[in-house]
């Protein structure tokens, strides 16, 4: 007989009363918990007819929750004390300005220790500030995947197919969640939460739409099809409960004036599994009896239906402001990260053109509710938007206070790669350009995704623009096919067969496996002590290069501890569908408190650690996340993290970056050069800027090393992947 685990509440947990043991997947391997089972039998059958099943189904459903979190918000004098219109990137970069971007299924921790528990010690949060680290990003942790029948079915994307405001037992408790926002504090750090205002997973939700029930099918982009049509639809497989459409179906749907087509891009594009963006059900019988087949619009994977914000019952935007205030109000987190906010308008183009589904004003609407929500309750937001610069611009006007940089992302990816920062120049100036402001991006290191290099502004709306490139001008479709292809080659293939390409989106990799792929090893179990001190050099010029320019900076478990990819022989189950991005998501002991474990918590397979936890890295100088505190106690000392980035100069040496800001205290001028090859380089730096006679002065080795001629101009050397923050100090 199963046993039954009590939290200290003395209650059950929501998946311990509902949920029979899971699938012991990689994914959903819950240490310490041991699910009991229910009666089903006594609760009826799981379909429409049975009041029980549809009751359930509606307590726990997204949108029933959001609609009783409502009531404590509404009608209060709280709700108008702080400015919520306008977004306010300062002051959210004043509020933590680095970032450690957490993914609890790769986390290790104590034997029968949850992994909110080991977020929220003690130990942790005191590391933490002595990096300077200010801010821990949760990523996903509430339950996701589906619901079948009676039984939660596994996330297919790493829990970024919610399906509950509920905490997943995998990762602990809603009390140890509220005990690490509370010790965070007391560190002076912040946690920052996810809502994913884009789709959900099969959940409760999607389950009550695919009913009829009520206004819930109003959550999704989903349209019922007639009986007289069910002839146009694919037949669903019996060991599924949707099935992709074809590209010729979904013509004709868009014919018979069902659906409104093709979009602009098929996201996780893959022969015979997505070739569209529509789905369609099996024949589903409703609470009125009728059986209806639905087609439905997912942006990404077919268990992610999209939310519908134009819907006349609003019952989108209310599930997905219930769950922002849920986080805020009841857990204690004091920011959001929106993900895939990008794609919530679409809408029917002439008859030869995509729909209108990227860069839609309904988005900029969908935004600055969401956003002015969190402000309303003293939060702030950021938002991975992965489009065209001019269209992370507009929706910068009144949406999220920040956004994840996929402006430089790739490029100072290329430009370790290459030795060349032309690419890197050339996509730091168009930002500048176009009004976007660095110190509203997070510039990061590796999060939980592949490196993502799909230059998206350079095949949407900028694809038959010219650039200068190379001493020619080339079309932006040429320009990013030749990015692509240069990354792609030295990151992956022969030259690098622990890394992997990501469907068309990019390429999954840590940050340790990209720079040994630069740097030309093409076996990892050949890293020597040789090796990795050149590892670690590169690594440090990138966390410069974020850090030393206006903005959040960002980095990962996986970043903190030099984690490669884990083989993918490992985790075969995971990757079979395509979805390459788990071998860089290896477990890591953070801390070093479990030297015994093979996997993660959650059962992810350990991964190389090329500079142990944090206890083991403190103790010594010369370690990656000493040098790391170095750079974050400059930056935050003349607080580079506020400046106003003014410059991106030419460079007399290709392989050197010049970064001009003007810092907030005496509008004095700092300058962050740096040098992207394995090579010693001399070069002079000039800028309209810098002032003649003025001092120059070394911020990481606190003495004045030159002079600005009258042409404005210094000389430099850099040793191979060197970085310097300089200070211009007027002349007396």
């Known amino acids: 007989m199963a046993r039954r685990l009590f939290h200290s509440s003395g209650k059950l947990s929501f ?3 509902f949920f029979p043991a899971r699938p012991k997947k990689l994914w959903l391997k819950a240490r310490g918990f041991v699910i009991a089972p229910i009666n089903i039998r006594r609760l009826g059958p799981a379909s429409a007819k049975n009041k029980s099943y549809v009751g359930w189904l509606k307590r726990e459903s997204m949108l029933y929750q959001a609609n009783k979190i409502a009531t404590k918000y509404s009608a209060k004098g709280s709700m108008w004390q702080r400015p919520f219109a306008k977004p306010r990137p300062r002051m959210a970069v004043k509020m933590a300005s680095v970032w450690y971007t957490s993914y609890g299924l790769s986390l290790v921790t104590k034997d029968n220790e949850s992994i909110l528990k080991t977020l929220g ?21 509430k339950l996701a995947g589906g619901i079948s029948g009676w039984k939660q079915t596994p996330s297919i994307d790493g829990h970024f197919d919610r399906i509950s405001n509920r905490i997943d037992p995998i990762f602990g408790s809603e009390s140890e969640y509220i005990n690490m926002s509370n010790t965070a504090k007391a560190n ?28 819930y099918p109003g959550i999704y982009h989903m349209v019922e099809i007639l009986p007289e049509h069910w002839k146009v639809l694919p037949a669903v497989p019996k060991s599924k409960d949707s099935i992709n459409l074809s590209i ?11 659906i409104i087509g093709k979009l602009q891009r098929v996201i996780f594009f893959e022969p015979g599994v997505k070739e569209t963006n529509w789905s369609v059900t099996k024949e589903i019988k409703g609470v009125d009896g009728i059986a209806r087949r639905w087609v439905y619009l997912h942006y990404f994977k077919d268990g992610q239906p999209s939310i519908n914000w134009l819907d006349p019952s609003f019952a989108g935007m209310k599930l997905v402001v219930g769950d922002a205030l849920h986080s805020l109000g009841d857990l204690g987190s004091s920011a959001l990260r929106l993900d895939a906010n990008g794609f919530l308008g679409v809408e029917k183009s002439s008859e030869d053109q995509p729909a209108w589904s990227e860069g839609h004003p309904l988005s900029e609407a969908a935004n600055l509710l969401i956003s002015g929500m969190v402000r309303k309750v003293g939060g702030f937001t950021f938002q991975e938007l992965n489009l065209a610069i001019d269209d992370i611009v507009n929706m910068s006007h009144a949406g999220a206070d920040l956004s994840y940089d996929f402006i430089t992302r790739p490029a100072y990816h290329h430009a370790l790669i290459k030795s060349d920062t032309e690419f890197l120049r050339l996509m730091m100036r168009i930002g500048l350009e176009l009004g976007v402001d660095p110190a509203s991006l997070v510039h990061a290191l590796q999060n939980h995704d592949d490196l993502t290099y799909e230059l998206v502004h350079l095949w949407t709306l900028h694809k038959d623009d010219l650039f200068d490139f190379r001493d020619t001008q080339i079309s932006g479709l040429e320009l990013r096919k030749i990015i692509r292809q240069e990354i792609a080659n030295c990151l992956c293939g022969e030259a690098a067969p622990y890394n992997l390409l990501f469907t068309t989106n990019g390429i999954a990799c840590t940050s340790a496996s990209l720079i040994c792929a630069v740097l030309g090893i093409t076996d990892l179990s050949n890293i020597n002590s040789n090796n990795l001190e050149k590892i670690k050099h590169v690594h440090l010029l990138m966390a410069m290069f974020n850090a030393l320019q206006p903005g959040v900076f960002a980095l990962s478990g996986w970043d903190l501890v030099g984690a490669l990819t884990i083989d993918k022989e490992k985790i075969k189950e995971l990757i079979k569908d395509g979805d390459t991005r788990w071998i860089n998501r290896g477990g890591y002991d953070l801390m070093g408190i479990n030297h015994n474990a093979k996997s993660s918590t959650a059962g992810m397979p350990i991964a190389s650690a090329l500079y142990g936890s944090l206890n083991e890295q403190l103790k010594d100088e ?80 606190d003495q004045v090393i030159g002079n600005v001629d009258d042409l404005n101009t210094f000389s430099i050397s850099l040793s191979a992947y060197e970085g310097k923050s300089l200070l211009i100090l007027k002349a007396t």
């Open 15 to 17: 998946s311990e009363q």
């Open 622 to 701: 010369g370690s990656f996340a000493v040098n790391l505190r170095k750079i974050i106690a400059i930056r935050k000392k003349y607080s580079i993290d506020i400046a106003r980035q003014v410059d991106i100069p030419n460079v007399s040496h290709k392989s050197m970056l010049v970064m001009v800001h003007v810092l907030p205290e005496n509008d004095m001028i700092q300058l962050s050069v740096l040098n992207f090859s394995g090579d010693e380089i001399s070069g002079s730096v000039n800028s309209e800027y810098l002032i003649a006679g003025a001092e120059i002065y070394d911020m990481f080795e």
């Open 188 to 215: 002076g750090g912040i946690i920052i939460d996810d809502i994913i205002p884009g789709h959900t997973g099969k959940g409760f939700d999607f389950i009550l739409a695919e009913m009829g029930y009520k206004d």
């Open 121 to 141: 010690s003690d130990e942790l949060w005191a590391a933490f500030h002595t990096i300077g680290i200010d801010a821990l990003h949760t990523g996903p942790l």
């Open 248 to 258: 010729e179906t979904e013509e004709e749907l868009k014919h018979l004036g069902y």
